[in-house]
């Protein structure tokens, strides 16, 4: 679990300290982690949070770490693909099925 931990964090571009501080939780606690100690049951189940992954891919490393996404959804993300993600969370659902209509018409205008 501390590889997948390092690789995720590393992937994102984050250091032990900014991961440590979103979880407040010193960055010594972190680094044990990656090295393979036990997170304990509450630290487990934000770090998947936080990195927004499977609890089943963070503890056995089983399946993708981002479900359904193809290679080209993989992280590491541009800062405007974050920006993007960012907004999106903060959309409606009928906001992001507007917006999707909308990505899909200029990527794709020739789809019915």
């Not at 900014?18 to 770090?47: C, K, M, N, W, Y």
């Not at 981002?66 to 959309?91: H, T, V």
């Not at 992001?96 to 200029?106: D, G, P, V, Y």
């Amino acid at each position: 679990m501390g590889a997948r931990l390092r690789q995720l964090r590393k992937e994102r571009g984050l250091t032990q300290v900014e991961v440590a501080a979103a979880l407040d939780v010193s960055r010594s606690h972190i680094t044990q982690v990656e090295l393979g100690a036990d997170p304990g049951f509450a630290l487990f189940v934000q770090l998947a949070d936080f990195y927004n992954v499977p609890l089943d891919y963070l503890y056995r490393g089983f399946g993708s770490p981002f479900p359904g996404a193809d290679k080209n959804c993989q992280p590491p993300y541009s800062a405007e693909e974050l920006a993007l993600i960012e907004l999106w969370r903060e959309m409606g659902e009928d906001q992001r099925n507007l917006i999707l209509t909308l990505i899909e018409k200029a990527v794709r205008p020739n789809v019915a």
